[in-house]
Structure formats: C-alpha cells, structure tokens
C-alpha cells in the first residue's frame, strides 16, 4: 500500500494516489495532492472541492464528470457548470483529479 | 439517440445480507455513462433496497441508500417497485428514499419483455 | 436450544424449516436478512406470531435499524445488541446457525 507524507503524518492512498481513509482529509492534505498533481490552488479550485465533498457527503458517491458538470452548473451557474472551466482548473479531469485532491473516491461512472 | 437499447436491471435481493444491491447500484452508475434507456425493477426482497431511514453504524457497513437520490443526475429516472412484494412486506410508496412507479406484476412483466437487455441482481 | 436465522423469510424457506423442526422452549435469534420476518405487516408475520407461543424470539436490533425498520418491529419480538448475542449463546446449552 503506497502512502504520502504531509506535515510529518502519513496518510495511505490506493496505487493511483487517492486517500483509503475519506475521514483522514484536511486542506492541508488537498495541496499537497494538488502540488502532485502540477495545480496552484485558487479559490476556484476550492469552490469545486467543497462542491464534491458536499456532494459526497449527501449521496456517498463521487460523481462522475458528466453528473458533476451538470451538478456544479445547477448549484454556481452556466458559466461555471461547463467543461470548458472545469478542464481549466483541472486539465487531467475534473473528475479523477479533483476528486484525488478533495480526499474522495475515484468518481463512479467514470470511463 | 436511435442506437439506444432499453436497458433494465432486476433487483430482488435484501441491502446488506448479500453484496448484490450495491453491485447493482455500481453496474447503473457505470451504464448510465454510456447513455442509455435505462429502467431500475424491485421485486422481492428488492423492495427493501428503497427504505428510508437506514442507519447502519451498528453493523459497520456503509449505508448506500441515499445514493439512489443521486440517480436523477445520473439521468436514471425510470424506477419500478412491484406492488405485490411492497405490500407483502407491509410497506408503502411512502416508505421509499426516491420517488418510484408501483407497478402491478403482470404491469412489470410487461415492462420486463419490452427490454433489449435485462440483468438480474 | 438456540437457533440463529440469518435469510428472508420471504426469498427462503430457512425460517420456516427452522420453526417447523425446533422442539419447544428453544431461543429463535433473527440476525442480517431474517430481521424482516420481525418487521409489522410482512406476510410472516402470522408464522411467526403463531411461533411465538413455543419459543423466544430476539432480534439483532443493529440490523433492523441498518434496514431502516426499527420503528416496524412486531409486539412481543425481544430486540438485543451485540453483548445480548453473547449472552444467548452462553446461556443456551447449544445452539444451530441455519444455512
């Protein structure tokens, strides 16, 4: 089992670097995930994070990218709720890599 | 859009005894990706997946149901309880976590023979 | 004796075997999918009433409660917790789990 060192605690993650224990999560965990992953976190990328913790939190699934772009553009509008800025916070998928960084399971209905 | 195939997953087993309702719930997640026609059945103990108000601290294992809330967003809006099973477990359309379809047997064996695919869970 | 019942009464004919063999006076224990024959207005029910008078039966209250069933539990069932499961298995000189 890989594991990944933040501020001299270790968390385990599976073999593609997502965390085994949802509850272990705190923000500091999220940027060093995201400094792994090449992404300089912003309030935008924040925004998303919460959105799929919460997201998480109601129905206990990570949602895939599809169901998350629909949901995000529900919730925080169209301007938001569309690929195109979703892939330019996130450009490895806004999916697989945010949900890695806000400490989720790999997204359900993922392909 | 024309390609599409009528898609119906079969659900007669109780949550938690055995792993066949979260496979289930998994296997939909993952078709409804492919866009799909997709109906949900319960029948038998199936009916049981739907009950709200599921608290499984107790038995240490995770409480999925609320997750059938999230199959709006998933685009499976097509869900069908038996009416027969509901009712010889004493239970009613109030008693499920998601709006479903009470449909009688002969209704749902109708339905079942209309489908392209059908999996049984 | 202590008989522990782990099926639907509804999708197997484990519950009933075990009531239609167990001599009187024995403990029915319902754990995991067999908490539902406890469950008011199941088709069980009268089965299990009718049981009632000839032996003891408990269910295992955290899996009724992970169904979402613990408000539906039928008079005269004894729920018990996990320490209550142990105490059955002491206090009974032997006991059968049904497959």
Known sequence: MASIEVGGKSYETDEEGY?????????EVADYIAKTENIEMTDQHWEVINFLREYFDEYQIAPAVRVL?????KKLGAEKGNSEYLYGL??????KQACKIAGLPKPTGCV | ???NKKFMFVNRKAPYGTIYALESLEVVLITAAFDQDVSLAFLDDGVYQL???MQTKGIETKNFSPTYRALEDYDVEKLYVEKEAMEARGLNEDDFIVGVTVLSRAEMGKLMDEQDVVLSF | MLHIV?????TSGTLESCLNTMVDGGDVLLIEDAVYAATKGNAFESKLSAAMGRCKV???MPDLEARGLADRLMAGVASIDYAGFVGLTVSNKNCQSWL
């Open chain 2, 51 to 53: 009950k709200k108000g």
């Open chain 1, 90 to 95: 996130f450009p490895y998928g806004p999916g």
């Open chain 3, 58 to 60: 408990h269910v295992l």
């Open chain 1, 19 to 27: 965390l085994v224990n949802l509850s272990e999560w705190n923000a």
């Open chain 3, 6 to 10: 782990n099926k639907s009464p509804l």
């Open chain 2, 1 to 3: 859009m024309s390609d």
């Open chain 1, 69 to 73: 772009t629909k949901a995000i553009g």
